[in-house]
């Protein structure tokens, strides 16, 4: 149980991505991805470009509506939802119910939830809303974790969920101190998946991968210049565009954290270990899934 596998590149030779192969932009997947506020509008247009970097047939992008015409400006090869928008510039309660029926009218092959959006009902609505569709395919970042597990209540499951939290987030998740959740990342990202059902991605220096069962891995690298605003969104991406394409959920998760990483790590070499932006990351993931695969 205490044995936690390096992620490199030999190690992913065992969790292969689906080939590439000559065929319409639906074969190669089709993404939602629910994203952005008022206030973080950029999320939405990051987090989507990343997964039409990782190989993407179609990307719906679902933000509030005061920013649709923007996102859908930023990254004009995806289509643009709107979503009603409460006084805060988050969406409202009736976007749970607006989305709830978008997943049941058109087939996506993978769902991620929660980069940009902020905290509030409605997140808890829809995180209900996701559950009960029974994905196979669905990520959760940020404000839709803090959804999923209301104080004083009980874990609900997540069976196959990945969920992508930082410290902050996953002392909300495991009841813990944040200081803990630092302290000892392994340790809590093993007790969050079993708690949950789920893959866990503990994010920080060092990024732990927790399956419910105990198995584990690590990936040190990317460099202090991933820490940076946007960079999650960029992580949540790459994965939900690896999860579209068909990828098993573990093998999606192992490729996204690397990926991550190595790009930061070219990046670093490129521009310098500091001052290079998140929206510049994705670039270099095209050519890293060429060289690995």
């Known amino acids: 149980m205490s044995r936690c596998t390096p992620l490199t590149r030999e190690e992913l030779k065992n969790y292969r991505l689906p080939p590439v192969k000559e065929a319409d932009k639906d074969a190669h997947g089709r993404l939602l991805l629910i994203a952005g506020s008022s206030e973080t509008p950029g999320s939405a247009a990051i987090a989507a470009t990343a997964a039409m970097r990782s190989g993407c047939g179609k990307v719906t992008i679902a933000t509030v509506e005061p920013v649709a015409p923007h996102v859908a400006l930023a990254v004009p090869e995806a289509l643009v939802v709107a979503l009603p928008a409460g006084r805060d ?59 999923l597990n209301p104080h004083g209540g009980t874990a609900e499951r997540a069976p196959s969920a990945i969920l992508l939290p930082h410290s902050r987030e996953m002392a909300a998740l495991i009841d813990c101190s944040v200081e803990e959740a630092r302290l000892e990342p392994l340790r809590c990202a093993r007790e969050c998946a ?93 050519a890293l899934l060429a060289e690995a695969q």
């Open 89 to 147: 510039g988050s969406i409202s309660r009736s976007a749970a119910g607006q989305l709830a029926a978008r997943l049941k009218e058109f087939e996506y092959d993978s769902v991620v939830a929660g980069p940009g959006m902020k905290q509030g009902r409605a997140c808890e609505l829809l995180v209900r809303k996701l559950l009960d569709a029974h994905l196979e395919r669905l990520s959760m970042d940020a404000a839709m974790l803090y959804a």
């Open 194 to 286: 079993a708690r949950f059902d789920a893959l866990v991605l503990m994010k920080g220096p060092t990024s732990h991968i927790a399956l419910p069962d105990g198995a584990a891995w690590k990936y040190k690298g990317g460099g202090p210049g991933l820490g940076i605003s946007g960079s999650g969104d960029t992580l949540a991406g790459i994965l939900g565009g690896l999860l579209a394409r068909g990828a098993t959920p573990l093998a999606a998760l192992l490729w996204a954290v690397w990926l991550h990483g190595e790009a930061g790590a070219r990046l670093a070499q490129k521009v310098g270990p500091v001052g290079f932006l998140a929206r510049e990351i994705s670039a270099e993931v095209p």
